[in-house]
């Protein structure tokens, strides 16, 4: 079918018109509901970096973390290890300790209350990062 060249200007008007009806301007979509969101959930569910080579986390009464945190620098000092105490902006207790390699199961069960034998400490050390949090969180050294 062959259309005559008259009818090319109104099918063109046509079409044209057509498609700008079909595609109208639409406003940008806002991301910032969902960035707040993402930001809200990456806060819930991920940990802060450490340099530690582990992280573990205990439980403490409200008002006794100051105590757990002593039996923490004591079990270093045991361990043949050092700890340095620290307070976050939230107010959560998190203690540093370097502890000789050969004893760090020993550390890590002396903070589950059991009785482990302290070898003498050895050169290489681990760097372990202890959080004591008020709640009924379960341990996890």
Excluded at 80 to 89: F, N, P
Excluded at 103 to 111: D, E, I, S
Excluded at 118 to 127: A, D, N, Q
């Amino acid at each position: 079918m062959r259309i005559p060249p008259a009818m090319f200007l109104p099918i063109a008007v046509a079409l044209a018109g057509c498609l700008a009806g079909c595609h109208q301007q639409k406003p940008p979509p806002s991301i910032d509901g969902l960035s707040a969101a993402l930001e809200r959930s990456a806060e819930q569910t991920l940990t802060a970096p450490t340099l530690a080579n582990e992280q573990v986390i205990l439980p403490a009464r409200p008002g006794k973390d100051d105590a757990q945190a002593a039996e923490v620098l004591r079990a270093a000092s045991a361990a043949g290890g050092a700890a340095v105490r620290s307070i976050d902006a939230q107010g959560q207790v998190s203690i540093l300790a370097t502890i000789p390699e050969n004893n760090a199961a020993a550390f890590k069960a002396a903070l589950r209350y059991e009785k482990v034998p302290m070898e003498k400490p050895s050169p290489s050390t681990r760097l372990i990062e202890v959080l004591i949090e008020n709640g009924a969180a379960s341990p996890t050294p």
